[in-house]
Structures are given as structure tokens and as C-alpha cells.
């Protein structure tokens, strides 16, 4: 996130940090999620599910603040974003790797 | 005026409607929605007096079709509903009635028929929606309708149409008409111990466990209502089980077929008929509604005349007592069937007589009950 | 891997990159659900709506509405008609009624009354709310019976293949004015609010938060409550109208909604491909359909 000037109490405020799951399977490719996450965190998929839609994929890392705006906004609850805190360990707060789609049946 | 109780036990002197608002209540009805129409205004009007009083519901609704789709709602929220109306709101009812049948709710809907068609003869009787009364919504499904020729039957055929209802989880019809709606008689109303009430059939499954359309034994579900955490669905489409739709042949092969079954399975225990002079009768004159009681006289007329003649009054017009009549056809001369139209209930006759005994139709287009002679005449031509 | 054997239905090998690979676990991993399935027929989706249509988004801030409403999820009781809107009853984990086209009010009206401890919410659209369910909607509202009708408005008869509505814009094409609509559309708000409703508001599919909040706001709201959502139709009222589809519609709505809240009714109507005006625009109260036949009895005993 860039500033124009530091807030004063940055260091009191964690950034939210979440986790996008999309269940692939249920997707129909409308691109819902894609233009209207905040932070650009998907792009569409080259590849496509069994019906042939192509689903979104995270393009950008570490960058989802957990806003639930995809989850809500997509047509088929076909994804969702969960919070992603330290008790999880660092494994789990998105180093590089681990924040991938969670490809399930959906069905 | 104010009453007390749901149950108005005593001698009162009161006419086929308000018998009829009477003998809801004591079914233990809470829910009325209706719209005025002649002559079966005074129901709506004795429930709206009636029903506040006693904690119930009494709306005026829009229209017919809002009527019958709120009793409807009423039932699903887990009360016993009912609705009043004639001819013109009785078609405007149908779509929502075929929905009651699909969704297999329990309610009660009075049709004080006049005649028709049309906007017809607001003031004056007919019989002429009896075959509407079996086939009037689009689709297969069975009917049970009850026939009172009296304020009294009114009374307590209104009660037994909640209990036909409650048992069989469906609408159920009483078919009075503008004569015996209007007619003011005697109507003796017991004490409510000795009212038999039938309850409503609510599951005591688990939500898990219970499907909303998967009948029992008798080919009916048992019934709930919202609000206690079943999660039902509940749709007019054709569908299974679970209440889900499933559009599919297959499905509708399993699932609607029981709703005409039901009832035709059951009819043992649902036909009711009051006759009387069969036993030697070479003619049986078949009627229902007011018609009967000028037939009662005919008939006594033609036994004054030395004509062996019984009379078969339709008190279920459906289902309609086929195996009685079919018995009757083979040892009779032929069935005169007068009714306040120009042909309807005599065909079920016809059909059931299947050429072995003649039927004889006596119409009358409506707005007036027929000269008993005119049925005299014809039970003559039938002893022939 | 050749046509035959794709067609049996066996997914592409591992390696080939286009294909999603075979699933691995149902729903996600390590038991992960989307947080809607709960209140979800999950045996019954994937649901009918097109790609794109707007119906599902409503129906996902309609599910986090009830969720933060306060209110016990079984005191809700859901009441659709016919289209796809009225398909919504049918896809959420609810006590849930799909009637007959243009009916849902008056049954809802009846199922409220019988229990009025029930939540009783309309979700269904605008072909049936407010043409066939017309009358209906006028004397719910009128009455301000304690219901909440959440209208969701895509211009058009979906369901039966893209015919005009009462709502279609002057000028759009559908299958039933293939010269362009020559009919005034009603503007919703203006007759609900005319009538007496409560509550009264409009968001677009687009505007998922305030659409949710206003959901919330009109559930709890005593006495007749009305939300309007307009929503994507993509296959008819978009491709008919050469618009795109319904991420261009939602895109329009981007670009062309007005929020105004409080605005006058009367000026919210809405024209081909014009400007949207969304907001809250009435929240008033006033006594309900029960309260005041409550007042009615207590009165009459009173006077003995």
C-alpha cells in the first residue's frame, strides 16, 4: 500500500490479510470478481473448468485484505476470501507458494 | 352483537351462510380472507364479526385470487384457512386452488353458487359449477365436495370439510348455492365436546428426517408449518419428495398421480349419501343442494301415484358415489337427476349407469328452483 | 486425448495446462465451505441463472443480510413467484414458498397474519411483482401489511425468453416489441411509495454492501418495506440491446448510478441506458395492517 505521507499510528493498525478460495468448479466466467476486487487480486485463468468457463486465478500474492467484496459479489458462490492471521503461522500468512486457488469439485 | 366462544352451542335460527361461518369456527378455523360477492357476502361478513373476537384473523382481501392465495399462506403459517365465494370469484380462484392441490394444503373454500355464466344471477340460484367444482383448475387432482341442502348441513358439513381437509392435506369445497345459503332455518349447534374435530397432522419427525411430500400409508404427507426450523420448500412445480422441483416425466409419474389417487383410494371413507327407497325403487331420482328437497316432494308424489321411486342425495358430489350408483344401475329402470343446470352431475350418473338403467336429465338454467312436477314428469317417463 | 474421450466425460491429463485438474476434495480443502452454503441448497446448485446474470449476487447480499439482520434464521419464511427472480426460494436453506405468478404477496400476506412472528420476505421480480402481482403489491403496500418485497428489476420476462415488462425501458428492444418498447415504464419506487409503504429504496446489483444494508434496514423495518435492486439480465434485455452482457450492464451501472437518498420518487424513473438514481428514498413511521386492527379491537372491548 503507498502513502503520500505515513500515518502517525501505522504501527497500531495491522492490515487485514486474507486468503482467496475459489471453487472452480462453479464458476461461469463473468468477471464479476476480477474487475471489482479493490486491490486487483485476480485475473482470469487460461484454463477453464469442466463447463468450459474460465475461472479467476490470484495474480497478485499477499496483496488480499480479506474484504469478502468477491465473496459477496460473485453470482455462483464460487469464491471467498477468509482472514489470514499470525496464529495461523507463517506458512499460512501467504509466503510465497501458498496462496494458490483451492481448486474443489464444487458440486 | 357480541358472542362468546368459538362454539355458539344451542337452538339458533340462522341462514346457510353464516351456518356456514358458524361451523368454521367451530372446526377451529382463525383465518378468513375473502372478497365480497352475492350471496356468499354474509360468511365474510359473519367472520369479520366473528373472528376478532375470538383472536383470529379476518382479512378482506383485493380480490378472489388474493383470497384463496392467503388462505393458503394461513395454512402454511399453521392455521385452518378458509374462503367463501360464487361463481365469478370460484374461476378466478382456480389457479390458486390447482396450487393448494399441488402443495397439498389443507384449507376450505365455499362456493354459494348462483347462476351463471358470467356475472349471471348475483341473487338467484344455480347448480352450474359442479363440474368446475371436479375439473376446473389445469391439471390432474383429486376433489373432495360436499353438498348441504340445509342451514344445518351448512353447519356441519363446513366441519366436516376441515376435518376432510386436515386428513386428506388438501383444499376441500363445499358447494352450497344461493337458496340454502340464504334460507334461514333452524341450525342446532352442540356442545364443542361433542364437535369431532380432526387435527392438523403435523410431523413429529426430526427436520432431518422429514420429507414434506413423501406420503404415508394413506398416500398423504404429514404436514408442518414455517417458522419451526423444518426448512421446507414448498413449490407448485411438479416435485419430489424433498419439495424440490424436478421437472421431469419421471418424477410427475411418481408424485402427481397421488393427488387423484388420494382421494379415489380413499373414497370409501369420504363418499357420504343420504338415501332412502331403494330397496324396491324401479326409479331413483339423484340430486344434491336445494334441488334435493324439491325432489323430496316429487318423489313423495310419485309414491303417492303408486311409482316405485328412492331418492339418492349427493352429500360428497366428489368423489362422486360411483359404486353406489353402479349397484343402483343394475336393478333400476332408469335415475332422474334434476339439477340447476342444464347437465352436469347427471353425466357422472350416465357414466356410471353405463347403458343399464336410462337417465333421465331435468335442467334448469337457473335462477329459480324446479316446479316438482316437472320432476314428477320425468320420473314417470322414467318408470316407463 | 481425442474427442470421444473427452466427451465420456474424463478430465484432460494432469499435464495439460488449459484444464483445471481433476478435483481434489469436495468444496474446497481440508472441509472448507463457502460461507453461504449454509444457507444454501447445495443439493441444488449450481443454479439456473445465466453467466453474468445478476440474480445470484442479490441473492449473496440477501444471505448476509439475514445473517446480520439478528434475527433467528427460522423465523424467516421466503415467498417467490414465477420467473427466474422466483427461483431464488428455491436455492435458499429457508422456509421457503414459490406460488403462483404474481401471487407471492397475498400468500405472504396470509402466511405473515397466521404467525406474525415469522419474517416473512417476497423475493421476486418484476414482471411478477408489479405487472401480473400488480394489484397485489398496491394493496400490501397500501395495507402497510409488515412484509419485506425485495424487487429485483432486469427489464424484463426472463424466465419465458425476453419479453417486455412493465419496467422495460421506452425504446428497448425484447422479443415481444421487436420495433422498441412503446410503453411508459412504471417507476417502481414512485408507486410503492404512493401507496403507503414504509420503506422504500433502490440499489443495483452492483451495489452489494448498500444493497445488503438496506435488505437489513428493510427487514427490520416495521410495516411494508420495498427494495428495488436492478440487476443484469444478460442473455435477453443485454444481447437484445446489443449491450454486452450483464459485467457491461454492472459496468453501466458504474458509471450511471446517481445516489440520492431521500430523493423525490417521482423523479427516479428510469430511461434506456440513462441514469440510475439509487438511494433510500422513504423510511417513515407508521402504524401496520395489525396494529391498527389491534387498536380497532382494544377500542371495541373497551367500549364494552
Given amino acids: 500500500m503507498r502513502f503520500w505521507r505515513v500515518p502517525l499510528d501505522q504501527d497500531r493498525f495491522r492490515r487485514p490479510r486474507g486468503r482467496v478460495y475459489i471453487i ?34 490470484v495474480a497478485k500474492e499477499d496483496v488480499c485484505v480479506d474484504c469478502n467484496l468477491c465473496e459477496v459479489i460473485c453470482p455462483e458462490f464460487a469464491i471467498y476470501s477468509q482472514n489470514v492471521t499470525d496464529e495461523d503461522g507463517p506458512a499460512a500468512s501467504g509466503q510465497a507458494g501458498a496462496l494458490r486457488p483451492e481448486e474443489g469439485s464444487g458440486e | ?69 392467503a388462505i393458503l399462506g394461513a395454512a402454511w403459517g399453521g392455521r385452518k384457512s378458509m374462503t367463501a365465494t360464487s361463481g365469478p370469484g370460484f374461476s378466478l380462484m382456480m389457479e390458486n386452488l390447482g396450487l393448494g392441490m399441488m402443495t397439498e394444503t389443507p384449507c376450505v373454500l365455499v362456493n354459494v353458487q348462483r347462476g351463471g355464466p358470467s ?95 413423501a406420503p404415508g400409508a394413506d398416500l398423504v404427507p404429514e404436514m408442518v408449518a414455517a417458522g419451526r426450523n423444518y426448512r421446507i420448500h414448498v413449490t407448485g412445480l411438479t416435485h419430489d419428495e424433498r419439495g424440490y422441483p424436478a421437472v421431469t416425466a419421471a418424477v410427475q409419474e411418481r408424485m402427481v398421480p397421488r393427488l387423484t389417487e388420494k382421494v379415489r383410494a380413499n373414497a370409501g371413507r369420504i363418499v357420504r349419501f343420504a338415501a332412502g327407497g331403494l330397496e324396491d325403487a324401479q326409479v331413483v331420482v339423484v340430486c344434491y343442494g336445494i334441488t334435493s328437497r324439491v325432489a323430496q316432494l316429487a318423489v313423495e308424489m310419485a309414491r303417492g301415484q303408486g311409482l316405485k321411486v328412492g331418492l339418492f342425495r349427493l352429500i360428497t358430489a366428489w368423489p362422486f358415489p360411483e359404486p353406489a350408483l353402479r349397484e343402483l344401475s343394475g336393478r333400476v329402470r332408469g335415475f332422474v337427476v334434476p339439477e340447476i343446470n342444464l347437465g352436469q352431475m347427471v353425466y357422472e350418473v350416465e357414466r356410471c349407469a353405463a347403458g343399464r338403467a336410462k337417465t333421465l336429465l331435468v335442467p334448469h338454467p337457473g335462477g329459480g328452483v324446479h316446479d316438482p312436477e316437472t320432476i314428477l314428469a320425468a320420473i314417470e317417463e322414467a318408470a316407463r | 486425448m481425442n474427442k470421444q474421450e473427452r466427451a465420456a466425460g474424463e478430465s484432460a491429463p494432469a499435464g495439460n495446462p488449459a484444464v483445471a485438474p481433476p478435483d481434489a476434495a469436495p468444496e474446497g480443502t481440508a472441509g472448507r465451505q463457502h460461507p453461504k ?20 449476487t ?22 417467490s413467484g414465477i420467473g427466474c427472480t422466483g427461483r431464488v426460494a428455491g436455492y435458499v436453506k429457508l422456509d421457503s414458498f414459490h406460488t403462483t405468478h404474481g401471487r407471492a404477496i397475498p400468500f405472504a400476506t396470509g402466511l405473515h397474519l397466521a404467525n406474525p ?33 425485495i424487487c429485483l428489476n432486469n427489464f424484463i420476462y426472463g424466465m419465458t425468453g425476453g419479453q417486455a415488462a412493465p419496467t422495460t425501458p421506452f425504446s428497448a428492444r425484447t422479443t415481444t416489441t421487436p420495433y ?37 434496514e428493510a427487514i427490520a423495518k416495521r410495516g411494508f418495506s420495498f427494495v428495488e435492486v436492478i440487476a443484469p439480465c444478460s442473455t435477453l434485455y443485454a444481447r437484445k440491446n446489443r449491450l454486452g452482457t ?20 417521482a423523479e427516479v424513473d428510469i430511461g434506456f441506458q440513462e441514469r440510475i438514481v439509487v438511494g433510500k428514498f422513504v423510511d417513515i413511521e407508521k402504524p401496520t395492517f395489525l396494529d391498527r386492527m389491534q387498536e380497532n379491537m382494544q377500542r371495541h372491548t373497551r367500549k364494552g
Wanted: aromatic share 8%; with cysteine; glycine share 10%.
Fill in chain 1, 24 to 57: 472452480v468448479e462453479r464458476c461461469k466466467g463473468c468477471g464479476f470478481c476480477v474487475e471489482y476486487c479493490p486491490l486487483d487480486v485476480l485475473h482470469i485463468s487460461e484454463r477453464f473448468n469442466k463447463k468450459g468457463y474460465h475461472y479467476p486465478e
Fill in chain 2, 1 to 69: 352483537m357480541s358472542e362468546s366462544g368459538a362454539v355458539l352451542t344451542g337452538e339458533h335460527f340462522m341462514n346457510g351462510d353464516i351456518a356456514a361461518a358458524e361451523g368454521a369456527l367451530a372446526a377451529g378455523c382463525t383465518f378468513f380472507a375473502g372478497y365480497p360477492i352475492t350471496p356468499a357476502t354474509e360468511v365474510a361478513e359473519r367472520m369479520a364479526e366473528r373472528l376478532p373476537e375470538l383472536g383470529g384473523i379476518y382479512i378482506q382481501m383485493e380480490d378472489e385470487i388474493a383470497s384463496m392465495g
Fill in chain 2, 119 to 213: 356475472t349471471g344471477l348475483p341473487t338467484l340460484v344455480g347448480q352450474q359449477d359442479m363440474m368446475q367444482a371436479r375439473w376446473g383448475s389445469h391439471g390432474d387432482y383429486g376433489v373432495i365436495a360436499l353438498c348441504p341442502n340445509s342451514p344445518q348441513e351448512c353447519f356441519d358439513l363446513t366441519i366436516e370439510a376441515f376435518n376432510l381437509a386436515e386428513t386428506y392435506r388438501m383444499p376441500v369445497l363445499v358447494m352450497s348455492d344461493e337458496v340454502i345459503g340464504h334460507m334461514t332455518e333452524k341450525v342446532v349447534i352442540p356442545a364443542a365436546e361433542r364437535i369431532q374435530l380432526t387435527p392438523r397432522r403435523h410431523t413429529t419427525l426430526a427436520p432431518a428426517e422429514y420429507r414434506p411430500f
Fill in chain 3, 37 to 56: 452454503d449454509r444457507l444454501l441448497r447445495g443439493d441444488r446448485l449450481p443454479h439456473i441463472w445465466c453467466p453474468t446474470c445478476g440474480i445470484g
Fill in chain 3, 58 to 79: 442479490c441473492v449473496s447480499s440477501f444471505i448476509e443480510a439475514i445473517e446480520e439482520s439478528g434475527i433467528a434464521e427460522e423465523r424467516f419464511a421466503i415467498v
Fill in chain 3, 117 to 149: 412472528e415469522l419474517k416473512v420476505v417476497v423475493f421476486s421480480g418484476d414482471g411478477d411483482l408489479v405487472a401480473i402481482g400488480g394489484n397485489h403489491l398496491i394493496h400490501a403496500a397500501r395495507r402497510n401489511v409488515d412484509i419485506t418485497v
Fill in chain 3, 180 to 216: 422498441g418498447n412503446s410503453e411508459y415504464p412504471f417507476n417502481v419506487p414512485h408507486l410503492v411509495a404512493s401507496c403507503g409503504a414504509s420503506y422504500v429504496a433502490r440499489w443495483t446489483a452492483l451495489h452489494v454492501r448498500r444493497m445488503k444494508r438496506a435488505m437489513i
Fill in chain 3, 246 to 265: 450483464g459485467f457491461d450492464l454492472m459496468k453501466f451501472y458504474h458509471d450511471n448510478c446517481e445516489i440520492r437518498h431521500g430523493a423525490n420518487t
